[in-house]
């Protein structure tokens, strides 16, 4: 998928990790793929709610510098946020969490997106995991999941 708008390079203020906890991150990652999945979801195949949490704030750090999203999040509680979207991604990639269609069409009903928006997200969200060492087929089923819930959040 190319990207629809171009977006300026990300700010260095928000993308200075912690360089430890991100090492200790992709060896996770990394050694999670090497190995056989045994029928793992993705959510255990990658490590958890832990490693996630990682993952879902090095996505808001980009939707943050987005030109075409950003704006939808200049007034939000970015902690609560991350917590909560990082219990949606838990369902998404089949851990122990549950959200119902109705739940997400009234959470994000006040936002109207645009399609051009959504693109955006799931461009964002693609480059994320990638970034985080997510096998292509393990990211195909994460888009796939997002897609398959476009009908509902988008106006």
Do not use: C, W
């Amino acid at each position: 998928m190319q990207p629809l708008v171009s977006r300026p390079a990300r700010s260095a203020e928000r993308h200075s990790h912690d360089h430890r906890q991100q090492s200790e991150q992709e060896r996770f990652i990394m050694n999670a793929i090497a190995q056989p999945s045994r029928n793992l979801s993705i959510f255990d195949k990658y490590g958890g709610i832990r490693i996630l949490r990682h993952v879902i704030m090095d996505y808001y750090d980009r939707v943050l510098d987005s030109d075409v999203i950003g704006h939808f999040f200049e007034d939000t509680d970015m902690v609560k946020l991350i917590d909560h979207q990082t219990k949606f991604f838990t369902m998404v990639l089949g851990g122990p969490a549950h959200f119902s269609d109705a739940r997400l069409a009234s959470a994000h009903k006040h936002m109207r997106l645009s399609h051009v928006e959504f693109d955006e997200a799931v461009l964002l969200l693609n480059e994320t995991l990638a970034d985080a060492h997510f096998a292509q087929d393990d990211q195909n089923t994460v888009i796939a999941a997002i897609e398959a819930r476009r009908r509902i959040l988008v106006a």
